[in-house]
T-cell receptor, first 108, second 114 residues
């Protein structure tokens, strides 16, 4: 599985877009990029995944660079309920291994 | 569609006892995985079941075991509990027949061993 690097923390104003970066320079060609988040004391929540193309769903958008070495998760209109730790990783084997992630704090 | 449910939500046990945790996956999901989450070690994979068969196992001692029933519900058992087993135990289900990172988690069972 790919090694990933994320900033430890970020702040975002409520209603603004939150852009969370992830570096996964060791990702291989068949490994997807996945994003999860974990709100305090709850189970992790799947957000989105992608391989090469940008993806969008009801929760977020995922922008993957052309060389696939990095990606950005975009929460278009962050709310206080989006405050959580966000994890990205790349892999193809199905065993989730969360690193430290990015703690996103959405502030009023 | 109902999400993944886990019971009980909280549990307090003493050292040496055993415990059984239960997980009901999302309807139609046949893969169930178990994870242990602690502040120090983060999220660690325990095992995965698919169609009543364990098809992947993490690096945990034999005191940790699991099973899956024909309706895809799963249980995990921890025998001879140790203080270090105190953790949040998470169950996740997946629709994909191939092992997949697209997993849906339950709220977890918070186990405290005293």
């Amino acid at each position: 599985d790919a090694k990933t690097t994320q900033p430890p923390s970020m702040d975002c104003a409520e209603g603004r877009a939150a852009n969370l970066p992830c570096n996964h320079s060791t990702i291989s060609g068949n490994e997807y990029v996945y994003w999860y988040r974990q709100i305090h004391s709850q189970g992790p929540q799947y957000i989105i995944h992608g391989l090469k193309n940008n993806e969008t769903n009801e929760m977020a958008s995922l922008i993957i660079t052309e060389d696939r070495k990095s990606s950005t998760l975009i929460l278009p209109h962050a709310t206080l309920r989006d405050t959580a730790v966000y994890y990205c990783f790349g892999g193809s084997q199905g065993n989730l291994i969360f690193g430290k992630g990015t703690k996103l704090s959405v502030k009023p | 569609k109902a999400g993944v449910t886990q019971t009980p939500r909280y549990l307090i046990k003493t050292r040496g006892q055993q415990v059984t945790l239960s997980c009901s996956p999302i309807s139609g999901h046949r893969s169930v995985s178990w994870y242990q989450q602690t502040p120090g070690q983060g999220l660690q994979f325990l095992f995965e079941y698919f169609s009543e068969t364990q098809r992947n196992k993490g690096n945990f001692p034999g005191r940790f075991s699991g099973r899956q029933f024909s309706n895809s519900r799963s249980e995990m058992n921890v025998s001879t509990l140790e203080l270090g087993d105190s953790a949040l135990y998470l169950c996740a289900s997946s629709l994909a027949e191939q092992r997949s990172y697209e997993q849906y988690f339950g709220p977890g069972t918070r186990l405290t061993v005293t």
